[in-house]
């Protein structure tokens, strides 16, 4: 298990796939880590060189004192290629993940070939939610919060037809440090780039999920109306549609990254 200082921060990484093909960087959820790309990793490492981390306060990357950025969350990932000598990567985000893409896409483009932005968007939630997560995690762990968590993530015949996925998902937000977690929701609380995303000028994909209730449709057509050129795909799936739709989530990542 593979660790880099990188901004004070301990990372936790990993490598799959040929050393000479292009790197493809995966960027998780808030309350996941890198497990959650499990089968796009397996699915892509024959055509890429994929690299997967978790974002700081989550998984095995240490947990330095909250609350965060997204402008310390990208620059994490930038130090970590800068460690790694990696000058142009593909990268694919969900969530916080694909906020973190977005700011990477603005302040960061040479660094950048192709990106993915998945069940995101420009500004998720309102400081209310994201203050209010805060107090409940921080009263009664992460255990207050797992279960509605997870009916926002999956829909109900995703999570009746695939209990074993849901449960592993369940698993993993709860080993998450409180701290991490709130961190992050700072982070996501704090963060507006909806006046800012038409200033990206890469190849860029946004899948959103249909039944998504956390990032809309809605909130990933505003991307896509406002990234000139970008590409715009729906999946029949709640928030983690990399899970969920798997298989299409996998198409539509391949064929946009290898066109």
């Not at 849901?166 to 982070?187: F, M, W």
């Not at 995303?197 to 896509?224: E, M, S």
Request: proline share 5%.
């Amino acid at each position: 298990m593979p660790f880099l200082d990188v901004n004070g921060v301990r990372i936790r990484y990993e490598w799959c796939g040929p050393e000479a093909a292009p790197v493809l960087v995966f960027s998780n959820s808030l309350g996941t880590d890198l497990a959650m790309w499990n089968t796009q990793a397996s699915a892509l490492s024959r055509d890429f060189r994929i690299l997967r981390y978790d974002t700081r306060g989550h998984g095995c990357s240490s947990l330095p004192p909250g609350p965060y950025k997204l402008d310390q969350l990208a620059n994490d990932l930038i130090g970590l290629l800068d460690k790694l000598a990696l000058e142009r990567v593909h990268f694919c985000g969900l969530s916080i993940g694909g906020m973190t893409g977005m700011v990477l896409a603005l302040r960061a483009a040479p660094r950048l070939r192709k990106v993915v932005l998945c069940s995101s968007a420009a500004k998720i939630g309102s400081p209310e939610i994201w203050n209010a997560r805060i107090e409940a995690v921080r009263k009664g762990g992460m255990q207050s919060v797992v279960p509605g968590i997870l009916e926002r993530w999956y829909t109900a015949a995703f999570r009746s037809a695939w209990p074993e996925a849901v449960e592993s998902t369940r698993r993993t937000l709860l080993s998450t440090p409180v701290e991490g977690y709130a961190g992050c929701c700072a982070a996501l609380r704090d963060a507006d780039l909806r006046n800012d995303v038409a200033g990206i000028h890469l190849p860029v994909l946004i899948i959103a999920g249909a039944h998504d209730p956390a990032t809309t449709p809605a909130d990933g057509r505003f991307l896509a109306e406002r990234i000139a050129g970008s590409r715009y795909a729906e999946l029949q799936a709640a928030h983690l549609s990399n899970i969920e739709a798997s298989d299409a989530f996998t198409m539509e990542l391949s064929a946009f990254l290898k066109a």
